[in-house]
């Protein structure tokens, strides 16, 4: 819930064919969560991303000695 006090939400968003951008999103612990214009401008609909924290942590961890 949005109004839950000392919670961040970070988010990203890449275009539908750049698959470099999508893994780069998911291997930092990114999460897709559906499509959305980037702008009013846009004519198309880039992939948006909720980073997981808990991912991050767990990637983050399993990396120190």
Known sequence: ???QKN??????SAHPE?????????????EKRGEMKY???ST?????Y???LDALQAK??????
């Open 1 to 3: 819930r949005f109004h």
């Open 60 to 65: 983050i961890s399993a990396k120190l000695p």
């Open 7 to 12: 919670k961040v939400l970070i988010f990203g």
């Open 50 to 52: 909720i980073l997981n």
């Open 18 to 30: 750049n698959l470099p951008a999508q893994r780069t999103l998911e291997a930092a612990g990114f």
């Open 44 to 48: 198309e609909n880039d992939i948006f």
């Open 39 to 41: 702008d009013i401008d």
